[in-house]
């Protein structure tokens, strides 16, 4: 692994204190040299730069430092590399999870949707049909759209450990409603642990999105795919090749 250069050094900075200090056209403008310019890998961007950021402003707000209008304005400058960025970077790749239904949302009580929809775009650009409940979503309304669509996967998002408990609840109300066996269920959220996961029988632990759409796709038997642009390509030359072997040399 190479060194970094101090003009990379100084764009990580520059995006790290974009998000904290919320300056929109900053945060694009330095997520886009970093992966333009020094190649960085867009994943690598979001969790060893951006997210640590916004973990930064929560520290902040917690300290008292930070009012909920300044988490408002990091929270939008995040939005807007993330959008116009690095969701862009990752590869449609519509034929591999085709038709395999993901119900996500957050769960009742919390209205932070920044994981969630990532998680929605991630799921999404790796083919899976993602309905996306949004925020603030009872446990019936997860049980209701899990059996009118016969989704495969139901994603729990919760940022708050007073918001935690209510996945517990989607997960038994899915128990009660008879689905459960029939559902991959990801915890998803910052706050959200291994332990946690076992605790309220959630099959997948994810407070890194990267890593549940691993774990979801070795579940469901799939080959894990693209995730990036450029692996996108190589998948594509590998799966081109396997399916051209049968009808010609290539
Ligand atoms: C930005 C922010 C806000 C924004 C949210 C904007 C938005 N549109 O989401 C605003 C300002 C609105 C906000 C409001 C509040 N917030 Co707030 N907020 C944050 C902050 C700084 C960042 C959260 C975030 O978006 N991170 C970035 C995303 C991308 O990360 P993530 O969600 O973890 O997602 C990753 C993984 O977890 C995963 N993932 C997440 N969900 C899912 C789902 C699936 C299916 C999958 C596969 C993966 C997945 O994917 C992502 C990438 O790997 C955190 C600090 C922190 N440490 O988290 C506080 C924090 C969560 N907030 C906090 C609080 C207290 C509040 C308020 C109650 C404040 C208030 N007094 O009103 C309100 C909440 C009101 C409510 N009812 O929900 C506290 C919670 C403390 C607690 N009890 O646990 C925190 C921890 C700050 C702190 N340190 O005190 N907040």
New binding site residues.
């Given amino acids: 692994m190479s060194a970094k250069s101090a003009e990379e050094e100084k764009r990580e900075k520059e995006l790290y204190d974009a998000i904290v200090d919320g300056d929109e056209e900053l945060a694009v403008e330095a997520s886009k040299a970093l992966v333009e310019e020094f190649k960085r890998d867009p994943r690598d961007v979001?969790?060893n730069v951006m997210?640590p950021a916004?973990?930064y402003?929560?520290?902040l707000?917690?300290k008292g430092e930070y009012f909920?209008a300044d988490?408002?304005i990091?929270?939008e400058a995040?939005?807007k590399a993330m959008n116009e960025v690095i969701l862009p970077l990752f590869r449609k790749n519509k034929e591999s999870s085709a038709r395999i239904v993901c119900v996500?949302g957050?769960v009742q009580?919390?209205?932070?949707?920044?994981?969630?929809n990532?998680?929605a775009s991630i799921?999404t650009s790796e083919g899976f049909e993602v309905i996306d409940l949004g925020?603030?979503v009872p446990p019936e309304k997860f049980v209701e759209k899990v059996k009118e669509t016969s989704a495969k996967v139901v994603?729990?998002?919760a940022?708050?450990?007073?918001?935690m408990p209510n996945q517990k609840k989607v997960i038994d109300y899915l128990k009660e409603s008879g689905l459960r066996n029939n559902v991959i269920i990801?915890a998803?959220?910052?706050?959200?642990t291994e332990e946690w996961v076992n605790e309220i029988g959630a099959d997948i632990c994810?407070?890194?999105?990267?890593k549940?759409?691993r774990e979801v796709k070795a579940l469901l038997g799939l080959e894990v795919l693209s995730q990036t642009a450029e692996e996108g390509e190589k998948v594509m030359v590998k799966s081109v090749k396997r399916g051209g072997d049968k009808d010609a040399a290539s």
């Avoid at 009580?109 to 969630?116: A, E, Y």
């Avoid at 998803?188 to 959200?192: F, K, L, S, W």
């Avoid at 994810?206 to 990267?210: L, P, T, W, Y």
């Fill in positions: 979001l969790n997210l916004l973990r402003v929560g520290e707000y917690e909920i988490m408002v990091s929270a995040f939005k996500f957050t009580g919390d209205i932070h949707d920044l994981g969630k990532l998680a799921f925020t603030d994603g729990l998002s940022l708050m450990t007073t918001t990801i998803g959220g910052a706050p959200i994810g407070n890194d999105v990267f549940a759409l």
